[in-house]
């Protein structure tokens, strides 16, 4: 996979250069530009792996669909070239987006974004390398956080405390509301989507901090999933405690959301 990603970096870079320069012309209209750029990119760079000649020429029309209607909707005074380290990435890394919607459409979301002159300058090139380091779940999940970072989610960890009172074991971490996981294709995963999210910076939950108000916590502390991991017997003495945190969406995170899943 990693020579497959090496030989489509290197050929797709001299066509996108090419293409680019036809793209600042000043006679050439952005929109049309784009949209016949993809698939002839894709098409010329994958020329020896008809695997992906098939799947990433697809996904490229697919993409190059969702990107005309969010275009459209931007006003035709607003529309501006894209900038080429934001748009280049964007195009080579489309065409591993074949299976998954939601991944597809973040692309489609930020290169619509970068051709807007409303949120051409929010867009972070960065914001190309985070699309391609989260899942389609952990892109649901940013979807429904709060657009604030003065907005606090609740989570906790659920811990076993020793009778010695010395020491204590945590057995559940990152334990959310139950409508967080339900939108989840892999709930289980939920605690490693969480952490990987505070990694790339776009969520943040900070040590030895929590909620004040208790009340916060009651729907994640009487969920069956939390009272199906305390039904599990412990050793005389030790009993179930409750680690309460909050998680809140960083400014990093915020201007992502802003510009790569908000339409």
Not at 37 to 56: M, Q, S
Not at 152 to 162: A, E, G, M, R
Request: aromatic letters at 8%; charged letters at 30%.
């Amino acid at each position: 996979m990693d020579e497959i990603k090496s030989i489509i970096a290197g050929e797709t870079e001299g066509v996108l250069t090419e293409a680019y320069k036809d793209l600042l012309s000043p006679s050439v209209k952005p929109i049309g530009t784009m949209l016949s750029l993809l698939p002839r990119t894709i098409r010329l760079a994958l020329g020896k792996w008809e695997k992906w000649i098939v799947n990433g020429e697809e996904s490229l029309q697919l993409t190059a669909q969702a990107l005309r209607v969010k275009v459209e909707k931007i006003p035709e005074e607003k529309q501006c070239e894209p900038e080429p380290y934001v748009a280049v990435p964007a195009i080579q890394q489309i065409a591993y987006c074949f299976d998954s919607e939601v991944l597809r459409d973040m692309y489609a979301n930020l290169l619509a974004s970068s051709m807007n002159t409303d949120k051409k300058w929010t867009v972070h090139p960065s914001f190309v390398d985070v699309i391609k380091q989260i899942t389609p779940d952990e892109a649901k999940l940013l979807k429904t956080l709060p657009r604030s970072s003065k907005l606090f989610i609740p989570l906790v960890d659920l811990k076993v405390s020793f009778d010695n009172k010395v020491g204590e074991n945590i057995i559940a971490r990152n334990i959310v509301q139950d409508y967080l996981y339900d939108i989840c294709e892999s709930p289980e995963n939920m605690s490693s989507y969480l952490e990987n999210l505070e990694r790339l910076k776009l969520i943040k939950i900070p040590e030895d901090q929590y909620i004040v108000d208790d009340s916060r916590y009651s729907k994640i502390n009487e969920s069956a999933r939390v009272l199906k991991l305390k039904a599990t017997p412990l050793p005389e003495g030790n009993k179930y405690t409750i680690g309460k945190k909050l998680l809140y969406v960083t400014d990093y995170g915020l201007s992502f959301i802003r510009c790569c899943i908000d339409e």
